[in-house]
């Protein structure tokens, strides 16, 4: 076949490929579950649809599939959660980008709160909140329209922040470049961006750095 | 002359003509001074160089400057000043824009706040605020490079918000065009936006609606 | 539940919380419509879809839809309506944005004179209606393709106007950042511009500034 | 020489070779004029600077030299001016612009009515000026900023109205790139563009179709 | 109703309103042919569906409709077409734009060439038709992609060009900005730009322009 | 005076307050200076011209300018340096964003390393570096042009990546917003990105995430 | 009919023109074949869609259908497939784009090698390849997200490097904008880029180039 | 130092590493042409100065400075230049970026056909030089304002067109952006695009193709 796992990926990174779903045929995206299965006993898969997951599930009766993230994951049990990300998230809407964050941290083994709906359109909600926002060794901050929930976090924590901008809003939001503009030019500290609904991308950096807080090899 | 001096806006808008002054030839702005005091016994000029301040004051003893706002005016003595507004900014840098806006409504004969260098990276500076601003009519928001300060301030208080986005910033802020962008997409209501660096057309709408709460025409 | 219903809002603003009823899942629309009306009394939703409008009829009987603003609400009945606010547009396809800030600033108890279909390209149809606009306290004025309308009410009227872009139009439209960037640029004085298609943002503005203009608390 | 002059043009085109000074050496650019005025008894520049009029007039003592259009021109006497088109601008600082349109016309053989600083923000200025406009063969719409100014003649007269953005404003008028989409946009009939800041392009096109109105071959 | 149909403009532009019927609703569309007719006798309408033609053809069963242009016409018989309009394309993908060009134009009493496919990257197609090209008063040239076709013709001729970008193309033609872009920047002289796809524009402003080269009062 | 010191932030960051001299008055530049000075006995400021290196070193003579980075720093002796940052340009214009970024990383206490000019035109340079950019805790990515040097890092480490697009480049490059695509759309993972030149944001973070991998309080 | 088949193409670029068949209704597309069938006894088609296929072969039972890069062709038996390009890919999602180029290149008789998913974030699998990649005479190196392939590929190889960015990717992947001006912006000598998603024109460049290194005539 | 000199290049791509002299240092730039002075016996170096011309003639004094394209050499007498390349510009001011380009190709030792200011506005210039064109095995096409002349020329030959946007025009030409769009989206075949302004790497290209098509080793 064309595709070529990345085998080695694990070894460089210490973490296996994770399966981007979105677009793959039926027959290539079980062949790859089927490889990484194989060489890992677990496979998580973002950005699939509910056909993909009757599919997986097909084969894979243990797979189990969450409609909001749109993860598709097989896990080992019992595996320990350690460190803490927290993820806020602005509204409700930036939410499933968020959970596809949340979940990825957690499959890689870190221990994630949530804390969402805080915007800053009514602050009150996110300073209740920021004892436990302080206390995690990682921040992902996720928020669409005008995307200033990152700036905020960043002036109350003194850990890293990952910002995610989602494509939620309308008009002049231009489908999340907005937000990610706003990131970009904050005047906190401490924040860097990925790309617009990028939450397995930030779950995965946020895992990353919590590893190194809890002082273990990745 | 080719400008037409528009005589009937203070019929139609409560307000003299203000003069922009940046790149107005010199025997050109003097005639506009003259013919505006002529009308009103004084005038507000924007914008305005060093040079151009001299010239006026030239002619005008009693014209005053500040290179901060680039303010240039020859104001009316014992004007009363009524109702609140309050002005905010983001940052240090931001200043310049606020005062245009806060001195473009003292002219017009409203009550200024200035709550300066309050941006969200250290939110403990605005909350400590946040009583004079909600004790004001309008409230002029003044930010660059992310912007965010708009929003927050939305969400705090009961009155019209006008924000400023400004230039302030470096590389992606693309000279205040992400700031206006945070400001449209806002999620906080009662927020409306004024073009980059427009501290005198934020100045002016603000007088417009504290006029309308201290029950006066205009 | 994930979301955090902002119970301190009306406190705050003076206005409790409405709902933006597009992208929301049935069941989670149902409990925010219970809880609000519980609270409220009265709930306004925007963005509503027909199939929302049956599910909320469905609970609340007195449950009011309207296709063309998509507004979908529950009111008290005997409101009063104060002040005037003149909400404007360029043409016939700007009216469902129109109607969305019209019935927002209604809801919220102002008084809302409508002038449609009256864009630059024909003058004669503004200007014959520019006695009801100028007895106006606020002026919204609603327009997409050049969005030239805000300018030339700007020049009209001594009260503040807010412009609204619309996504009306095709080709360099861009969906309204064109028009959205004319208002932003306006040379007329006391204009502010809200998101493209945010009706319900400039009907929430003028609500504030329509009642500021009453003496009324807010 | 590199550069090859299009003597063709007159032929093809009715209108000879017009030089763009801008950039051009000072031996290139005086070898042009002469060329060009060997071959035509007359020779009409655009954009030249201080130091090139001197140059030319150097060698050409009846060159003229309009620092405000920036137009260095040799021109035959007596020319008969036929016709009539329009120039219009919104504002006093367009007039640069639409001088390089004007005088464009006129060196062309076109009469010229110029109707300046009658900006949309004051309608009733253009308004005064209605009859003028509309018994022109041609306007020329010159306006920065929000650039609304064609839109509002496009409905007012019969005739092809020729749009002129310029890059007079700051912040979000990105140079006159506002202003372009403005006009681009227009909801008028009858209107079509040209370059931001291109005067000698609306004033070359102005000519072409004042020529057609006044029955005589280009 | 909320439609103000622009009973005035005949008599200020010469040509009666013509009907958009894209986004209209069926009664309301019907209503105004109605309306038009009754004043004029014909009507002419753009980008009409075919349900839109089947409902106005129900009630006008001399109603003709080209599923290429979109155009919906009622006409008079026997109207003289006087004068000539050459309406170019670069490729066959433009046609429907010309179309509603050339239609528009024909409608309004002008004769209309057709010359299409020529476009420049097999310039001998078009240098093979030139002479048409060059006996009209005015060329209308259309095109998508990188939309080099305007410059050339304005090249060729001695009339005034308007020139059309289509959203034919992909990639990076950006829906027909790119195309607009190189026709705004020609550097050809008599040219000037209308909206994306805006065939009715470009057919109307040909018209004006046409009327004006065969010595009729418009 | 108008600017209002964080003095809580070392409180809430564990990093006192950096100066960010550029546009700074000097006499409020000295004042900031002397203050931070009083609270930490050090300072570090940013984007310090000669100019205002001269001033600071006037009164505090232990002041060092390092004009490349333009960093202008009053440092404790005998600091600490633990863990390992790598800090990576792609060319040798990006040395100063990239010195920007170490220079912070060190004067907060971090043990940098330089691998400088290993762009990916000549993928070799990288390689022959690849085991001390492993080694490191963290690695900040500096590139301007097409910014591809963040991706290939990305897929060779196992630890977290900060990319700075810097502004050099031309053309298309369009002053760092190329880069800065790039590396948001980069399709290796753990990478994330800040603004355009911002080497002292990528230090900043850096130094939260290796202080995090040193295993002790920030 | 209106099109104007190009039948000097073959003449004057070595090549017979190509069907460019997305959009082209079935009775034009069917003749345009049937055309080119009989000067050529062959035809290449690209984007064909399903339905196309079935169509041709209804007719052109020998027509051979791609559906992975929509290539719809009949080519004539034991052609010679001379020199050698390489068709590089980042990724899997980039295949069919990379197919449109390979199969172009292979009707117009080159010898093509496909090297697919060698992305930079994972250096090793295109390392792996280099010696194939040097021995070609032309390489296309097709990516998307960020588009990083071409630069690194371009510091390998002592050939053309014709890039190809694709509109794989999402947020600030601006349907394949970015990846576009990454690929411009290249640091590395001897690339090239054509439109995006453009497999066609990248497979004909190729082509140009690649029998120009096999010494024989076009 | 900081820089690594590719010494690697020649045996990798056939070509010494040119020198990008803009913003290097005094000391920097003489002692990186020392070394390829040293290794090479030549120095080619673009975008120099002339005070950098100064400073390395004052060593080398066999050092040519053109001051039109900005290179500045130290060549080989006596080498051949074989093959043949075509650089043709549209305008006059595209002249120096074409001599980057037809100067970096001649140092490289090929043969090279200057055909300048033949731009689509006056197409007959370039017709009549299309013989020439033709006979070339490579074209290089130099363009500003809408970069037409990429397209016409990929029509009229069948060997690969190189082109290369400008920074020449004004307004909405943005700096080189409109006509790097041009001719992305060229409706010709067998065209690619480098950066604005980049000169050199288009002659770099051209080089690489023309050396294949004269039957050499690079
Ligand atoms: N939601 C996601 N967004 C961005 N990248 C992802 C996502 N999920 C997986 N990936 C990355 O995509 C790679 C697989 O892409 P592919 O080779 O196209 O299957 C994985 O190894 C991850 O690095
Ligand atoms: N700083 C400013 N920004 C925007 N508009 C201004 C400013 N100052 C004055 N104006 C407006 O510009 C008008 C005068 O412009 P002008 O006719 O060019 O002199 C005034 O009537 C104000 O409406
Ligand atoms: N101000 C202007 N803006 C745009 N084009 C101009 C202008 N003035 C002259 N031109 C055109 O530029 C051509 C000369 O350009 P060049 O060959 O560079 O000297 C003239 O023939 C005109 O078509
Ligand atoms: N005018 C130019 N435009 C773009 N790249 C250039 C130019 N001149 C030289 N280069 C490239 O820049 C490299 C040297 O860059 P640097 O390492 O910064 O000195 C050379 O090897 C060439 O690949
Ligand atoms: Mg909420
Ligand atoms: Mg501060
Ligand atoms: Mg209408
Ligand atoms: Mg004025
Ligand atoms: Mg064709
Ligand atoms: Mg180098
Ligand atoms: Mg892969
Ligand atoms: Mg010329």
Redesign the interface.
Known sequence: G???L?T??KL????AE?VFCS??ADE?LLRIYERIYMAEGEVLGTRASKEQAALIQGTFCEAEYDPLSKILKIEKKDKARVGKIAVCT????D?PVAEEAAQTAEFFGNHVERI??????????L?AKVETIQSA?CVVAVAG????LA??I???????V??V?T?I??????????????????????????????GY??G??AS??NR??V?EA?
């Not at 460089?12 to 973490?15: D, E, H, Q, T």
């Open positions: 064309y595709a070529k990345d080695h990926r460089r990174s210490g973490f994770v677009g793959k290539h602005a509204g409700t809407a939410i969402y709906d805080v915007g800053v359109s009514g602050i009150h909600r300073l060794l329209m005008e995307g200033a700036s905020v960043g002036g109350l924590v003194d850990k890293p990952i910002a901008p494509s809003g309308y008009g002049a939001s231009m489908k999340g470049l907005s937000a990610l503009l706003t990131m970009i030019n904050s005047c906190a500290n401490g924040i860097a961006v990925v790309n617009i609904d990028n991308g930030a995965y950096m990353q750095i190194l807080g002082h990745l």
